[in-house]
């Protein structure tokens, strides 16, 4: 069983589509694997589909339609929630200052997310992959042991926006 934690970056294809909605969902189907997001992906996810409604000038019925499959795989236990820590919280504050020290783009989200994905795999004893598109994440936790012996990175490939 391969332990998969998401990050909201990641996950959005699910529900949204586009290019990796196959990866995406193929993982969070595939019964030998136990999913996992933040409980903070909960309200970002929101915001994120949000965006993509607002991006893509659907209707409100899109939204809830995108909103209810992400209801769907909580209720189904396709993805399962893990609660933040206080430990968690800290070490994200960490995560965040490092990044300030490498001058690379992080969100307190983002640090949030590879925390509670290190935790998760420590308090499991087995290497998690976390999936992300976001490049700010992969630069950072790419520079501290504890982070690159904990957690394998699959991060998706953005589209280049045409300028």
Request: overall charge positive; some cysteine.
């Amino acid at each position: 069983m391969t332990l998969c934690y998401f990050d909201t970056s990641a996950l959005q294809y699910r529900y949204t589509g586009g290019r990796h909605a196959r990866t995406v969902s193929r993982t969070i189907n595939d019964t030998r694997n136990t999913c996992f997001i933040s409980e903070f992906t909960i309200l970002e996810i929101a915001s994120v589909l949000a965006k993509a409604c607002r991006r893509e000038k659907l209707k409100l019925k899109d939204f809830q339609r995108m909103d209810r499959k992400f209801w769907e795989d909580l209720d189904a236990k396709r993805l399962l929630v893990r609660p933040l820590s206080q430990t968690d919280l800290l070490r994200a504050r960490h995560l965040m200052r490092r990044s300030a020290e490498l001058g690379r783009g992080m969100t307190t989200a983002d640090s949030v997310i590879a925390t509670s994905a290190m935790e998760l795999a420590l308090e499991r004893g087995e290497r998690v992959t976390l999936f992300t598109e976001d490049k700010g994440i992969c630069g950072v936790i790419d520079t501290i042991n504890a982070y690159k012996a904990t957690l394998q990175l699959k991060r998706l490939v953005r589209k280049p926006t045409s300028t």
